[in-house]
């Protein structure tokens, strides 16, 4: 991963993570950008997850529809808080059912959210996999839920998603520049696709963020969504919200939305500080 996405110092990042309310979710969803600008939102999310989570399914995407999904093959990998193992058999199991390939690429969206699944869970194995924006992705969530508990399990899966990318630098500026446009990215169409998910309905979330352009890898999403629902967990719930304008000095021409969206179990909610 290139300087910026995350501290490279142990004990930059333990001071970053320290202090955030554990949960009970079986699911979430978190940004993926630098941690300057998502890291607190990301924290948040990942935080939420059962403390006695033995296996972290962490599902990136930046993968048009219709292709494989790609899940890492290593034995581990590798952060600043020291190496994680890969749940090999889990993985293995999986890799059959889902007709996935080998993630060769370079990609932030599950790398820059590993040294928070190592702090948060120091003990726990991970699986890397990364899903395209389509409805197969839902199901596939569904069949991680299964696999997990065939095998005895306590899994959970973490999805990563950016928001609307917006301005200049995206080329996707229909509302112009400035205030106006930052709050219609808020109000209107970082809301409409949250709503999506909390309605749970995997055919509006793709097709949202396809036609509105309001997420970057629906395809993890949708997978969050069918690995809850076939847990029996509770519709999403926004833990926090923000954008990357938040961290410049005035409205910025290119700015990202962020979400911690969290799965709890039936019944349960979790206060976050």
């Given at each position: 991963?290139?300087?910026?996405?995350?501290?490279?110092?142990?004990?930059?990042?333990?001071?970053?993570?320290?202090?955030?309310?554990?949960?009970?979710?079986?699911?979430?969803?978190?940004?993926?950008?630098?941690?300057f600008y998502?890291?607190?939102?990301?924290?948040?999310?990942v935080s939420?997850?059962?403390?006695?989570?033995?296996?972290?399914?962490?599902?990136?995407?930046?993968?048009?529809?219709?292709?494989?999904?790609?899940?890492?093959?290593?034995?581990?990998?590798?952060?600043?808080?020291?190496?994680?193992?890969?749940?090999?058999?889990?993985?293995?199991?999986?890799?059959?059912?889902?007709?996935?390939?080998?993630?060769?690429?370079?990609?932030?969206?599950?790398?820059?959210?590993?040294?928070m699944a190592?702090?948060?869970?120091?003990?726990?194995?991970?699986?890397?996999?990364?899903?395209?924006?389509?409805?197969?992705?839902?199901?596939?969530?569904?069949?991680?839920?299964?696999?997990?508990?065939?095998?005895?399990?306590?899994?959970?899966?973490?999805?990563?998603?950016?928001?609307?990318?917006?301005?200049?630098?995206?080329?996707?500026?229909?509302?112009?520049?400035?205030?106006?446009?930052?709050?219609?990215?808020?109000?209107?169409?970082?809301?409409?696709?949250?709503?999506?998910?909390?309605?749970?309905?995997?055919?509006?979330?793709?097709?949202?963020?396809?036609?509105?352009?309001?997420?970057?890898?629906?395809?993890?999403?949708?997978?969050?969504?069918?690995?809850?629902?076939?847990?029996?967990?509770?519709?999403?719930?926004?833990?926090?919200?923000?954008?990357?304008?938040?961290?410049?000095?005035?409205?910025?021409?290119?700015?990202?939305?962020?979400?911690?969206?969290?799965?709890?179990?039936?019944?349960?909610?979790?206060?976050?500080?």
């Amino acid at each position: 991963m290139p300087p910026g996405w995350y501290p490279r110092n142990p004990g930059e990042i333990s001071h970053f993570l320290s202090g955030f309310d554990r949960g009970a979710a079986r699911a979430a969803i978190a940004p993926h950008a630098g941690w300057f600008y998502s890291g607190q939102t990301a924290a948040k999310a990942v935080s939420s997850l059962e403390p006695a989570t033995e296996t972290v399914v962490v599902i990136g995407g930046h993968l048009p529809s219709g292709v494989s999904p790609l899940c890492a093959l290593e034995d581990a990998v590798q952060t600043p808080l020291g190496p994680v193992p890969i749940d090999a058999e889990l993985r293995d199991i999986l890799m059959e059912e889902l007709d996935m390939r080998e993630d060769r690429y370079r990609d932030n969206t599950v790398e820059v959210l590993l040294p928070m699944a190592r702090f948060f869970f120091p003990n726990a194995r991970i699986v890397w996999m990364r899903f395209p924006a389509d409805t197969d992705s839902f199901d596939a969530g569904k069949t991680i839920a299964r696999c997990a508990g065939t095998l005895g399990r306590s899994a959970a899966v973490l999805a990563s998603a950016d928001l609307t990318h917006y301005g200049v630098n995206y080329g996707f500026s229909p509302k112009g520049s400035g205030p106006a446009a930052l709050q219609w990215v808020t109000e209107v169409n970082d809301r409409r696709f949250i709503e999506a998910v909390q309605k749970g309905d995997p055919e509006m979330v793709i097709q949202r963020a396809d036609l509105e352009r309001s997420c970057c890898s629906a395809g993890s999403v949708v997978a969050a969504l069918g690995f809850a629902q076939e847990l029996g967990a509770s519709p999403a719930r926004l833990a926090e919200y923000a954008t990357s304008a938040a961290q410049a000095d005035e409205c910025p021409d290119s700015f990202v939305g962020y979400a911690a969206l969290v799965f709890d179990p039936a019944g349960v909610g979790m206060k976050i500080k």
